[in-house]
C-alpha cells in the first residue's frame, strides 16, 4: 500500500497537470471580470482529471465532450483544486467560486480582445488564418493549442480549432447549447465572433470541445 507522502505526491501531481493556465479578462458594462483558460481544454488536461477519451494527443484539444461532461469536468477539477462546484445539476450555484463554461456575453467580449473586428486580427478570411485553423488551412484535423498566435489579451485558438460550449440554453423546439468560435472542420464564416451556432446538450463531436472561466 503507497504511504501518505506519496498519495499526496500523487494529488499534487495530478493538480498541476489538470490547472490551465488563466487569463485575466476585465469586466465591461454589464459583465463581471473573469479568469478564462488561455487556451481550449486540452486532451492532457482532461485525462488529468476525469480520463483521456481521445487517445495520445495530449496537446490537442479534448473533443468528442457533450455539454453534460464539460459540466461534469468544471465540478470534477474545481473539487480538485478545493473550489466550490459552480454547478447543482445543470444550473450554476450563485456566488460559487470554481469553474464552469463561459456565456456567449463572455466568450464574446473575451474573443475581441477590446477589438470592433470579426476576428480580433481583422474583418478578413487572410486574418483569420494567421491566427486561427479552419477548414481551409488546417488539413481536416484539430491542432496542439497555442500554435497560432494570442490575441491581445493572451488567448490561444479564439476562432477556429474547436468549437467551445457555452453556458447558455437556446430555445426552440428542441433545448440546445451555444457554442461559439468555429472549428478546423468548419468555414471562415463560422469562426466569426457573430456566428451563432448551438447544439444539443448531450451530442458529442470531434470538431467540438470546451474552454473553462472562474471567478476573478
Known amino acids: ?94 456566488g460559487a467560486g470554481g469553474y464552469r463554461l463561459p456565456t456567449v456575453a463572455e466568450w464574446a467580449h473575451a474573443a475581441a480582445a477590446g477589438t470592433t473586428t470579426a476576428y480580433w486580427s481583422g474583418d478578413a478570411e487572410a486574418d483569420l488564418a494567421r491566427i486561427g485553423w479552419y477548414r481551409a488551412n488546417s488539413g481536416g484535423r484539430a491542432h496542439a493549442v497555442g500554435s497560432r498566435p494570442a490575441s491581445p489579451w493572451g488567448l490561444y485558438d479564439v476562432h477556429g480549432n474547436v468549437w467551445v460550449w457555452c453556458h447558455d440554453l437556446v430555445d426552440g423546439p428542441t433545448p440546445t447549447r451555444a457554442v461559439r468560435g468555429g472549428s478546423y472542420a468548419h468555414p471562415a464564416l463560422a469562426a466569426r465572433r457573430s456566428f451563432r451556432a448551438a447544439f444539443a446538450p448531450t451530442g458529442e463531436s470531434d470538431s467540438r470541445g470546451l474552454r473553462i472561466v472562474r471567478a476573478a
Open 1 to 94: 500500500m503507497p504511504s501518505p507522502p506519496a498519495r499526496a505526491g500523487d494529488r499534487l501531481a495530478q493538480r498541476t497537470a489538470a490547472r490551465p493556465a488563466l487569463v485575466f479578462i476585465p469586466g465591461a458594462a454589464d459583465l463581471a471580470p473573469c479568469l478564462m483558460a488561455q487556451t481550449p481544454v486540452t486532451c492532457g488536461q482532461f485525462a488529468a482529471v476525469v480520463g483521456d477519451p481521445t487517445g495520445p494527443y495530449r496537446r490537442r484539444p479534448v473533443t468528442g465532450v457533450s455539454w453534460y461532461a464539460a459540466v461534469a469536468y468544471c465540478n470534477a477539477l474545481s473539487a480538485l483544486e478545493g473550489l466550490a462546484p459552480a454547478y447543482a445539476g445543470d444550473a450554476l450555484v450563485p
